[in-house]
């Protein structure tokens, strides 16, 4: 069942002053599948999209990390290679911490290591709902619920409705369900006519969240 409660968990006080700086622009890749996989990397500034990445090239959005958050964390489970794409999305500063210095800074940490388990939980009920949506909801259950979760963690308040403050494409909203380009701006189309939503090519307003609702949960 989707909710609406962000599982967003901050380490950024944990890791302050730890590891090193690399910045990235837009679009840059921070690793790809297949590098090493020896350090965590925690996000000072801006945003960091995962991505499986298959042999054609198609994509599948798996999260976007924000400010405060880590990723690469399966490192400390004895991954050896990197097994998904990261990119920023937007102007990024990251602090890649190598495995061995973060398990030293979390284990001197009273919270450290409760906090990793929560960040671990998190991360295994956001991929759990990405696998149900796959499995058993259509694409337009699967886009209601990610506009659900995007306005959840990003949405701002305005006299026209809820605007979500990430700048999303349509082919990147396809990647985060799993669906081509097209028949997400088929639905986004649906929604759009039917009162739901507002958008334009960047710019996504929800003005009838039960609207969208009643479509998520519509089998």
Known sequence: ??????????????????????????????????????????VESGRVKLAYLDESGKKLTLTIVDAGEIFGEMCLVGEKSRRHLATAIEPTVVRCIDKPEFLRVLGNSPEGLQILVEHFAARMREYEESLEDLAFRDIQARL???LLK????????????????????HKELADM???????????????????????????????????????????
């Open 177 to 219: 369900i799993g669906s081509a380009r097209e028949n997400t701006t088929l639905a986004l189309n649906r929604f759009a006519r039917e009162g739901i939503l507002e958008k334009s090519r960047y710019r996504i307003i929800i003005k009838n969240e039960d609207g969208l609702r009643r479509k998520f949960t519509a089998l």
């Open 1 to 42: 069942m989707f909710s609406t409660t962000s599982n967003k968990i901050s380490f950024a006080g944990l890791l302050t002053g730890v590891g090193d700086l690399l910045e990235a622009d837009r679009g840059e890749t921070v690793y790809h599948p297949g590098a090493p996989s020896n350090c965590v990397y925690l």
């Open 144 to 146: 209601s619920r990610q």
């Open 150 to 169: 995007l306005s959840d963690e990003y949405g701002e308040e305005t006299k026209d409705g809820i605007l979500i403050g990430l700048a999303v494409t």
